[in-house]
């Protein structure tokens, strides 16, 4: 890890600079939720997308970002972090530019796909940068003020972009929904407001890249004792268990995220993003309660209680998306579920950078398990929402076959998860001899 920046005697840096990476984080996954309503109401509104249609459009993205995270965060180990994220920023803006202007739905799909690869080369390698310049003491903190700010960013950014879209659509129809009115004019209305949610989503990335790029971070106090070695290989030994098996339940739980993000289009129909956009509030904003709660208190730290409560309310949250489709049991749906994602995304996160040792590999390999949950589930779940078995069994509710799938391998995690921790507290306790590094 390199030492954190204190430059000596020199004055600490201003309030928004030295909360440039705070910043950066919040408007980056704005841009997410705008990308994420926009592709996906437009898919739904111009290109009749169905379940299994929105559900290919979460396995790009998702198949891209993890593609791009084990790439780019390994290569930011070497290459350095400042020109990655730039690279990163600027293919977003390209391609949002021209997703802006797809007349396709293949053309939404393979756009989509070259935004997500500039995503990959962005949040890996702040994750790492973030832990380069903090101390162990200070890097929980971090974190913590990381994962708010990029989870508000999810926050603001689903109801903004879901009621300029529907604004927009509404306006520029003169105020008739698509199924009321049936004119080719009107849904094209509402597919223009979409358009203009990615535009706006191309200008909030260089917004981003100019609060990174302005980064600096604050000096820590000078430590009265000097960091002992065999303490940081200790908490390698620790951590990289925990890490594994933090993995596989943030796997799940961003399978639950995943299919949230994707569905609401079929959930609320292709004219009701504002709906669409107050559901990712409410799961995000979840998300915000969990991270500062588990960035204040630090008696979580390996533990397994907090995994096993996280697990509990992701699975509960999935079984009410799943079952109800009344706007308010959904939406409690959402706040259960995010409250359980939140547990395992901060608990993947921390034990990705608490061992000192390749943090730019391990934080990539976090956010490709990520892409991997938000890939394979949505898609699985699409297509089971498609079927004739959903249409035969769950006819009054057929939207929210897909949550109920995200149910079922949330409690598989679980379970496989239990195992994993049963052995590890079967197996002896290793003593490490001395200073070294332990690899994963």
Known sequence: MSQPESGGAAAPPGLLRRNGVYLAAFL???????????????????FKADPADLGLLALVFAASYVGACLVFGRLSDRWGRRRLIVFGASLDVVALLLLAGADSFWQVCMLLGLFSVGQGAFWPVLEADISDHSSPLELPRRLGRFNVSWCLGFVVGWPAAGLVGEALGRWLSGGTGPAAAGAGQVVASYATGQRVVLLLAAALVLVALGAYLMRRFAPEPVAERRPDPSADERAAARAVPFWRIALLLNFAAMGLSGTLRSQLPEVTGGDRSALGGAFGAVFFGAQVAVFILLALWRGWHFRAAPLVAGSVLAVGGGALCGLFGAPWLFGLGCLAGGLGCGVAYYSSIYYSVAAAAARGHRGGIHEAVLGSGNAVVPFAGGLLGNSLWA??????????????????????????????????????????????????
């Open 391 to 440: 249409g035969m069994h769950f006819p009054g509710w057929r939207p929210g076959v897909p949550f109920l799938l995200s149910a079922v391998v949330l409690v598989a995690a679980f379970l496989v998860g239990a195992l994993m921790y049963a052995r590890l507290r079967a197996m002896p306790r290793a003593v490490p001899s001395g200073p070294g590094r332990q690899e994963a």
């Open 28 to 46: 980056m996954d704005c841009v997410q939720a705008f990308s994420a309503v926009g592709a996906s109401y437009l898919a739904k509104a111009l």
